[in-house]
């Protein structure tokens, strides 16, 4: 039979497409791939990512098809079914992306094999088909849509047996609902520990305040312990007390569920088949160890037996941490859960975490006035680059803790209030006036000024800050409270 020429423009025209096919082939592969290992917001823009290169992908695929219908020399038949059959392929591709956003759930990677093998069987056919008919390139070009076809429909079944995924997860929700709803307030809390195994954050929420509202949560939760039943992940959830009997119960259960774990043979298993499990003490000991109860030798134990493992994660580092003297009693001295907890050994940040409570207040500042080492926290807390809560909280507080204003703590403050100052807007000649209540009300409610007349009124070396303080107020027109800021600003610049 012989061969019909075919233009070298089409030719041409077709590499180049194909080029830009493979290009967004391999991309969307990578895309589709990754699908459903992010957060929520990742996942949601990923999968968004997704079917825009599917679009633009099918897009080119179908221009190529169209080029080869036009100036291809395959059977009419071939033609008039691909150009049927390319277009529609795309909507199997979107169903395909649409089961991996999730495939960690049945049938996994799969879905995969439609977006990975029809775009380079559609460019074959259209190579084919351009290059001009020869008796084998017949063939082909009628085998190949039926091979397309075939890839495609691959989707029903893929679809099958994701939807009895769906049909067994929703039958175990309803029977999740319905045990739920068996239990009875009050219930201890063994009964409710295990609807806390759910991907559904509010169900677990209200699990976790209905095992927080049980009055005998301390002894059931120690028993539980005794018993092995308990779920270390969740050890600081349930709002217990760190006493030194729930300290030990705790460290030995950890003892306990790290024993069947140990390999006998290094390397033999990988990490993820013990993920979970060291996770969860993880999540325990740090709970512990926050609250001064030293689990040195749980975390060494279960730490040497995570390393046997293949692929080890980010909680194997943090058993090591664990270890670090200055871990031991850290959530008790800066963020314990109960104002109870405070005591005369607590940071300075761990009182203020109370003084915004309008019942706490007064108690909160009497018990952070009374720390000797409060200064020194005061310092600890604005050379922290990491904890904003708490600078803000400080510098709002400063004028009533009876700090004592030594040179770190001024340079320090002074730096804060510098920074603060110079990203406050200023209104330019131009502007419309505002009112100094404006100033306050983006400072914070003026506390940074307040607490720059305290550092400057106690000696610390401020004149730099009253200068940019005296421009800020003068930038905004008077009301209440301005006239007499400026004098006392002028004053602490003339004492000098």
Known sequence: MPTAKVSNGAIAGGIVLSALIGLLWALNLATLASLGNSDAAGNAIGEAYAAIQIIALWSLLTVLTVVAYLKGAAPKAAKAAALVIVPASGFAAMAAADLLARAYLSPFLWPLVIPAFVPPLVVIWCFLALRGRTRMAGIALGTLPVVIVAVCLLIQPLSLMRKAVNDAETARLQKYDADLARVPVGAPMSEWTPFLDTRDDTKRAKV??????????????????????????????????????????????????????????????????????????????????????????????????????????????????????????????????????????????????????????????????????????????????????SKWKLLRYLTALDLEATMPLCANALS??????????????????????????????????????????????????LSEATVLVNAYRDSPGRKEMLAELTRLQEKR
């Open 208 to 389: 976790l305040d209905s095992i927080r509202s049980l009055e005998l949560r301390q002894a059931q939760a120690e028993q539980m312990l005794d018993r092995g039943d308990f779920p270390l992940g969740y050890l600081g959830f349930f709002d217990l007390d760190p006493t030194p009997a729930l300290c030990n119960k705790a460290r030995n259960l950890l003892r306990k569920r790290v024993a069947p774990l140990v390999l006998k043979s290094p390397n033999s298993k990988p990490y993820s088949d013990i993920a979970v499990q060291v996770s969860d003490a993880v999540a325990g000991m740090s709970w512990l160890v926050g609250y001064d109860c030293s689990c040195d030798a749980e975390s060494a134990a279960w730490e040497s037996m995570a390393k046997d493992y293949r692929d080890t994660n980010f909680d194997v580092y943090r058993l090591a941490e664990l270890r670090d003297p200055k871990e031991l009693g850290r959530t008790l001295r800066e963020r314990p859960e109960r104002f109870s907890m405070l005591g005369p050994k607590s940071h300075l940040k761990g009182w203020l975490r109370f003084a915004d409570d309008k019942d706490l207040r007064e108690r909160a500042l009497a018990g952070a006035r009374a720390l000797d080492h409060r200064t020194a926290d005061a310092v600890d807390i604005f050379v922290n680059k990491y904890d904003d809560e």
């Open 416 to 465: 804060q209030l510098h920074g603060q100052f110079a990203r406050v807007y200023r209104p330019g000649p131009s502007d419309e006036p505002r009112p100094y209540s404006e100033l306050l009300e983006r400072l914070g409610n003026g506390e940074q000024l307040s607490d720059l007349i305290w550092l400057a009124g106690h000696g610390c070396d401020a004149g730099p800050e």
